[in-house]
């Protein structure tokens, strides 16, 4: 199929059906998508395309920090450098411009699928999901009604579950636990496994012991100032990033980690495993799910179903986490 094909078969110019495939913005709205949608139900792909086997969108729920080193910078690492390995184009672009319409834009930039990160449900995004028309792989988000959408994310419940079991073992009782976002599926799950390894343990929930930040580092410092008053020996964050501000935090008001407050994270950042922190953490394999969520839009490229993938974690035990000293 070539651009004089596509000319004729939608009654255009080779000179409009060029505009309307480069993104030209000098031709009518209806006209260019119009030869867009048709070149993209014949698999045109121009010959700028065909030094590579495709382009590849990878999409971000809010606007992007270039500061950002957390789970989420990791994951769209590896998946952009496995994409680049098999010889696809990714661009990488955020969906919180106001206005952004994830068909269209998809469309209009010749895009075989996309993998989106950091999507709430209360994205204007989230609607246009059950639409669309592109393979699509969402991080930590599941849609069971959409063929076209796979999602992919780490066993959340049970690596919270895991660290308050842990935590239980060596004493604790008074466990707090600091989330992301109320509105992300991450923080639900997370919190659900906090709740349930309280319960396995027999010790009662309190919803004063639970702060909800956005899993920065700055949250976990604001944790540690809403907690400073309270009745607790351990805590479990929903973050490294968290982790740390909470122990700098805890530190400044004179208390040691872990002599006399244990902390456990969840990502295993390479910059938390070291000194000043050695932080006990849940890991992630960042690798693992950006190679996996880009095998998995590929294979939905090439016609394969939908798939639902979600990846254990690991308890690291390290030197923010001690037994509890009883105190007679």
Not at 134 to 140: A, I, N, Q
Not at 252 to 266: A, L, N, T
Not at 315 to 326: D, S, W
């Amino acid at each position: 199929m070539t651009i004089q094909d596509i000319a004729q078969k939608m009654n255009v110019s080779i000179a409009t059906a060029s505009k309307a495939l480069n993104g030209s913005s000098d031709i009518a709205e209806d006209t260019r998508r119009q030869i867009r949608e048709y070149a993209a139900q014949v698999g045109y792909r121009s010959r700028k395309s065909l030094s590579c086997n495709g382009r590849l969108a990878l999409l971000w729920g809010k606007e992007i920090q270039s500061g950002d080193f957390g789970a989420l910078a990791k994951i769209a690492e590896a998946f952009c450098k496995t994409a680049q390995q098999e010889r696809y184009e990714v661009v990488v672009k955020t969906m919180a411009e106001e206005g952004f319409r994830l068909n269209d834009y998809l469309a209009d930039h010749h895009f075989y699928g996309a993998f989106l990160l950091d999507l709430n449900f209360f994205s204007p995004v989230y609607a246009q999901l059950k639409k669309t028309r592109y393979p699509l792989v969402l991080l930590d988000n599941y849609l069971t009604d959409n063929e076209r959408i796979s999602g992919i994310g780490s066993e959340n419940i049970l690596s919270t579950e895991c660290a308050v079991d842990y935590l239980v073992s060596l004493g604790h009782k008074k466990i707090a636990f600091l989330d992301g976002e109320r509105q992300s599926l991450v923080s639900a799950e997370r919190l659900a496994g906090y709740i349930l390894g309280l319960s396995k343990n027999s010790i009662e929930y309190r919803c004063e012991l639970t702060y909800f930040g956005d899993f920065s580092r700055r949250a976990g410092s604001d944790a540690a100032e809403y907690f400073h008053c309270k009745d607790f020996t351990a805590a479990v964050c929903a973050s490294d990033l968290m982790a740390a501000g909470l122990i700098d935090r805890l530190r400044e008001y004179g208390k040691r980690v872990p002599e006399d407050i244990s902390v456990v994270g969840f990502d295993d950042l390479e910059v938390f495993r070291l000194p000043p922190y050695r932080l006990t953490t849940l890991r992630q394999d960042f690798d693992q799910i950006g190679e996996k969520a880009f095998r998995i839009l590929e294979s939905m490229i090439k016609g394969q179903p939908s798939q639902r993938c979600v990846l254990g974690c690991t308890l690291l035990p390290r030197g923010t986490t001690r037994k509890l000293e009883e105190v007679f």
